[in-house]
């Protein structure tokens, strides 16, 4: 049979066989619009007005349809993830914050409790008892709101606020306050085994420690996060992977 020329780039591309044009068609490296020639026809034509195109040919008709390429997600800027030892000071600043309120809080609430049950009678050693139970149960309510639900609510911890830290989620979204919670009960299990899940962070290339890898989180600054959000490189969480790829590249 005759073989076949195609037009590309200016250029003219050939001798190829009839399977030879078909497979590139079918892989999708030209479209039907691509302009060809072979012996017998009197000028150049589009492959979809040639027998390449005939009907029997379905595989060829899907490359009819226009090649829609994934642009390449913007390049994310080095430096915007949250180190070692900025997230340390930042939890310094979270364990002040913490003891502070959480001391007024219990105070306040102690004050008020052994009053009550003062009136109703307790002894001096039950109301000690029963105040350590409260107070034990206070801090592990007030734990649960200040680094789950307060965190998940402001995008970060106060003070990784304070710090010019955020924390979002892998696709750079708003962690929301269940992610914020359930970060929050994979932080504890990262302090579990010694801390160790906590170390992991300084040498993930995302900075990740166990609890962000579980909870699907990233600590990234606040230049860090506007600069991506402004390049457009915010993509959808079941892209994941498309993220963790630049992200390992840009690390």
């Given at each position: 049979?005759?073989?076949?020329?195609?037009?590309?780039?200016?250029?003219?591309?050939?001798?190829?066989?009839?399977?030879?044009?078909?497979?590139?068609?079918?892989?999708?490296?030209?479209?039907?619009?691509?302009?060809?020639?072979?012996?017998?026809?009197?000028?150049?034509?589009?492959?979809?007005?040639?027998?390449?195109?005939?009907?029997?040919?379905?595989?060829?008709?899907?490359?009819?349809?226009?090649?829609?390429?994934?642009?390449?997600?913007?390049?994310?800027?080095?430096?915007?993830?949250?180190?070692?030892?900025?997230?340390?000071?930042?939890?310094v600043l979270d364990g002040v914050l913490f003891l502070s309120?959480?001391?007024?809080?219990?105070?306040?609430?102690?004050?008020?409790?052994?009053?009550?049950?003062?009136?109703?009678?307790?002894?001096?050693?039950?109301?000690?008892?029963?105040?350590?139970?409260?107070?034990?149960?206070?801090?592990?309510?007030?734990?649960?709101?200040?680094?789950?639900?307060?965190?998940?609510?402001?995008?970060g911890s106060p003070g990784k606020l304070i710090v010019g830290?955020?924390?979002?989620?892998?696709?750079?979204?708003?962690?929301?306050?269940?992610?914020?919670?359930?970060?929050?009960?994979?932080?504890?299990?990262?302090?579990?085994?010694?801390g160790l899940g906590l170390l992991v962070l300084g040498i993930?290339?995302?900075?990740?420690?166990?609890?962000?890898?579980?909870?699907?989180?990233?600590?990234?600054?606040?230049?860090?996060?506007?600069?991506?959000?402004?390049?457009?490189?915010?993509?959808?969480?079941?892209?994941?992977?498309?993220?963790?790829?630049?992200?390992?590249?840009?690390?």
């Open positions: 049979m005759c073989p076949w020329y195609l037009g590309l780039n200016n250029k003219s591309v050939g001798p190829l066989t009839r399977e030879e044009v078909l497979s590139r068609l079918r892989s999708g490296q030209i479209p039907l619009s691509t302009l060809a020639w072979r012996e017998g026809m009197k000028s150049w034509e589009p492959l979809s007005k040639t027998e390449l195109a005939a009907a029997d040919e379905p595989a060829v008709h899907l490359s009819a349809a226009p090649l829609v390429v994934a642009a390449a997600p913007p390049s994310i800027p080095e430096n915007s993830f949250g180190g070692f030892g900025i997230r340390a000071v930042a939890l309120f959480g001391t007024i809080l219990a105070s306040c609430f102690g004050i008020i409790l052994g009053f009550g049950l003062g009136l109703r009678g307790f002894e001096p050693a039950q109301i000690s008892k029963v105040a350590n139970i409260f107070s034990m149960c206070l801090s592990a309510g007030f734990g649960f709101f200040y680094y789950g639900v307060l965190q998940g609510a402001l995008g830290l955020r924390l979002v989620r892998a696709d750079f979204t708003p962690v929301g306050v269940l992610r914020g919670i359930a970060r929050y009960f994979a932080f504890i299990f990262a302090l579990a085994p010694m993930h290339p995302r900075k990740q420690g166990l609890h962000d890898l579980l909870a699907g989180t990233v600590v990234v600054t606040r230049e860090g996060l506007a600069a991506v959000r402004a390049a457009g490189a915010v993509v959808p969480a079941k892209n994941d992977e498309v993220v963790e790829q630049e992200f390992d590249r840009a690390a």
